[in-house]
């Protein structure tokens, strides 16, 4: 999978479009470049797992969505999906086989689902 729109990801995210766009416009989100002005956004897979797990870390143990944004980071970067504390006497460990596969599995679902905003102008009648 390639890309999806904010829309489409928002969906699968369960979350509001507008929460979405606000962390995109907002935070650093790897892999995801900003486009320009009246194009629609595209998101990543590898963007979308990053908020996924960060909303995780927000819902589950109320951390700022920064600091969960650079949590989830860690957490991917992670072979293990191990996010440990700068001393090594916590660790969290995030399930990224099971979160893929969630993702996987509601991105499927929110293309079927999910129909983009028409953009632009309207065509013409005759």
Known sequence: MRAVT???AAFALGIPK???DNILSRYEVRG??????GLARRISFASIEQVA???DLTRAFSIPVPAALQLAEQALASREGVIA?????LAIHADLGR????LNERL???IEHVIPPRRGRPPERD
């Open 6 to 8: 904010t829309g489409t």
């Open 18 to 20: 507008k929460d979405l």
């Open 32 to 37: 995801f470049e900003r486009g320009t002005r």
């Open 53 to 55: 797990v960060a909303i």
């Open 85 to 89: 504390s700068p001393d090594d006497h």
């Open 99 to 102: 979160i893929r596969r969630g």
């Open 108 to 110: 499927s679902q929110a």
